[in-house]
């Protein structure tokens, strides 16, 4: 490559053709936000008014009943709902199904009782423990904190004494809670790649039936330069786009970004480099603007329904999550919400970035080896 | 002079067609060359292969003392280029498109001077969507002279136009000629290569039939008129009319070439009566370069 003399200028270019381009801009940067807009309109957060509460009665005594049906007063902000082993509690802790789990101890009873007859051991503590969601909305230690207070009332109303009967809080990391909070990432990486393969694969197709590129390769630029001079602004504009749907997110619809904003750039420049690659391809085989048109769609419809965005991987047919999987946007996706929305860091999502990079490396060799001038 | 462009042998098929076929010829510095043919003749091809954007067959290509086929980058370093029907970024200015392009070369000249010198100055900050097609033109020929050439490749720069933007067009290439750059022009416009030119190869099916001054080219034809009409039914009876040199027949337009005029047209109009033939749209012109081709290929250029 040439040193490149007029290199800034010519990025400076492109960058003004994209903002001078209603078409791309709105297809880049409004559809996105329009598009997160809505669906954060139609399934977005309400304000915890309840809380879901598991309880696991081992003890299953009169005691024990007294408890968890005095968490089930209708006074409380409490769902209750029954489970007869640890392990599922925990994992609808985990998957947010539930804000908290309290095990009652088998011997609760027998404590129960101690406690209230008038000869009975008063020395003695009791630990109920209480699996709690850890996540980003904070709606676990408000659970917590709520069981708290109650199995505290529980215990003065039945004898009148100061507590004896303790938490033992577990926190367990738990899944988002709000569908929002696993669309936003979704939506973002869905952007990414909309504007990284149409931007892309249109700039080429299009300068090459105008003979634009033909007339760039009459100059001693060189490939490189001339490509490289669309590929620095579309990196630029996803970032941008990125930035804004972040924005959104976390302004208009509560999401907090829980990771580290770096790391999260670090995953969106991965997924901007084999999108913007994925367009090279497209351009590369297409004879048209049309047919760039229609590839592009094919490549990238699939992945917008399958790629993680609207739907969980794991809530697909396992025939279809092998498809999934062979997808650059599934692992985009996925790379983006683990650091968003829990907190990922880099050694969490290395499977992820390491795919995207093959993924990219791949693309980008077979476009160049492909690329035609005319 | 120098040549400044030497061109030995060049050859270029695609499958069957010969594309070019073994053509020779040089250009001198400060020279405007140009080729003359129909579409399809070649000439694009000869000039895409001189700038680097084709690989020849065969031949022994110099440009500026650069070896085509090896330097391509040192070439188009030094040429300028304006291709065949090239459109533009639609949404930069001229200005901005003639400063993204000067980036590309290790030296440009100034946007403004070159707006200045095509005569767009007022165009400068319209996106060049916004262009006529005589202003796009000049923008493209503007365009060719922005890392400063000394050889200029035009193809068909005035194609399409109305006569006055070829007028302003072929200024320009006076104004380069002056500046003691090279032109190399093609054109399908037989008037343009007879006005413009300094000297003009005949092109026709990838050969060059016949290169020289213009002047030198029509000087056979010279103190003779061109009788021109279209004559229904058989019309090889007006060959030997008195005054007739040469005729020309093709798709029933009959072209007689005569240095008596006023003999020969009163037999032509003597002849068709007694055969009953209709003689329409005629025509009497002086002899051109259209006749040359005409002369050397039995045809004519169609537009």
């Known amino acids: 490559m040439r040193l490149p003399r007029g290199f800034p200028g010519w990025v400076v270019a492109n960058l003004r053709m994209f903002f001078r381009d209603r078409a791309t801009l709105v297809w880049a940067i409004l559809f996105p936000i329009v598009f997160m807009g809505l669906l954060g309109l139609g399934f977005g957060r309400a304000d915890p008014v309840s809380f879901d509460i598991g309880v696991d009665d081992e003890d299953g005594t009169l005691w024990s009943r007294a408890l968890w049906t005095t968490f ?95 938490i033992a809080p577990q926190a367990v990391s738990a899944q988002s809670l709000d569908y929002i909070d696993f669309l936003a990432p979704g939506i973002l990486a869905m952007a990414v790649m909309q504007s990284g393969v149409y931007g892309l694969a249109m700039f080429i197709v299009s300068s090459r039936e ?121 692992y985009f996706s996925d790379a983006i919400r683990e650091v968003m929305v829990r907190g990922a860091g880099f050694a969490d999502i290395a499977l992820d970035l390491g795919v995207l990079a093959v993924f990219a490396a791949v693309v980008f060799a077979l476009a160049v080896k492909l690329f035609r001038w005319e | 002079m120098d040549d400044i ?50 690989r020849a067959d065969d031949g022994d290509l110099h440009v500026a003392g650069i070896d085509v086929r090896h330097h391509r980058r040192k070439l188009r370093e030094i040429i300028g280029v304006q291709l065949q029907a090239t459109a533009m970024f639609e949404r930069l200015t001229a200005r901005e498109t003639l400063e993204v392009f000067g980036g ?97 190869g005949v092109m026709d099916r990838g050969k060059i039939l016949a290169l020289d001054r213009p002047a030198q080219l029509i000087k056979e034809f010279e103190q003779r008129d061109a009788v021109e009409f279209a004559a229904d039914g058989d019309a090889s009876a007006f060959g030997t009319l008195p005054g007739v040199d040469e005729m020309n027949v093709e798709d029933g337009l009959v072209t007689l070439y005569t240095r008596q005029l006023e003999s020969t047209l009163t037999a032509v109009f003597e002849l068709a009566r007694t055969r009953e033939m209709n003689v329409e749209n005629f025509r009497v012109r002086n002899a051109s370069l259209e006749d040359v081709f005409l002369h050397l290929t039995g045809r004519r250029i169609r537009e």
Not at chain 1, 115 to 121: A, F, I, R, V
Not at chain 1, 147 to 153: A, T
């Open chain 2, 104 to 200: 590309m070369y290790p030296r440009s000249t100034p946007a403004d001077t070159l707006l200045n010198l095509v005569n767009l100055e007022e165009k400068a900050d319209d996106w060049t969507e916004r262009l006529s097609g005589g202003q796009k033109q000049r923008l493209a020929v503007a365009l060719a002279l922005v890392n400063d050439p000394e050889i200029v490749f035009l193809d068909e720069p005035t194609t399409g136009l109305d006569p006055q933007a070829r007028r302003s067009l072929w200024d320009v290439m006076g104004k380069l000629r002056d500046s003691g750059k090279t032109v190399m022009l093609t054109t399908h416009y037989m008037e343009e290569a007879e006005r413009v030119c300094d000297r003009v």
């Open chain 2, 5 to 54: 462009v030497t061109v030995r042998n060049l050859r270029k098929s695609y499958g069957d067609l010969r594309a070019v076929d073994d053509i020779s010829f040089t250009v001198k510095k400060g020279e405007i060359f140009g080729l003359v043919g129909p579409n399809g003749a070649g000439k694009t091809t000869t000039w895409e292969i001189l700038e680097g954007l084709r």
């Open chain 1, 72 to 166: 089930a007063n209708e006074s409380l902000p409490f769902d209750v709902a029954n489970f007869s082993d640890q392990d599922t509690g925990v994992a609808a802790v985990k998957d947010g199904t539930l804000d908290v789990l309290v095990i009652v101890p088998q011997g609760f009873g027998a404590f129960m009782d101690s406690q209230t007859s008038p000869t009975g051991n008063r020395n003695t503590t009791l630990a109920l423990v209480v699996f709690w969601g850890f996540d980003e909305q904070g709606s676990g230690q408000v659970a917590l904190q709520t069981v708290q207070e109650v199995s505290d009332g529980f215990f003065r109303a039945a004898t009148n004494n100061p507590t004896m009967l303790t």
């Open chain 1, 210 to 330: 105008k003979r634009i590129l033909k007339r760039l390769h009459a100059t001693p630029a060189g490939a490189a330069y001339i490509l490289m001079g669309r590929i620095v602004p579309a990196l630029l504009i996803s970032l941008v786009q990125t930035g804004l749907l972040l924005a959104l997110a976390v302004f208009a619809f509560g999401v907090e970004i829980v990771g580290n904003i770096g790391i999260l750039v670090v995953a969106a420049v991965f997924g901007a480099i084999v999108f913007i690659s994925l367009g090279f391809l497209v351009s590369s085989v297409s004879k048209s603007v049309d047919s760039a048109e229609n590839l592009t769609g094919l490549v990238t419809f699939p992945m917008f329904f399958l790629g993680g965005v609207f739907i969980p991987i794991d809530r697909l047919p396992e025939a279809v999550q092998i498809l999934a999987y062979m997808m650059p946007l599934t």
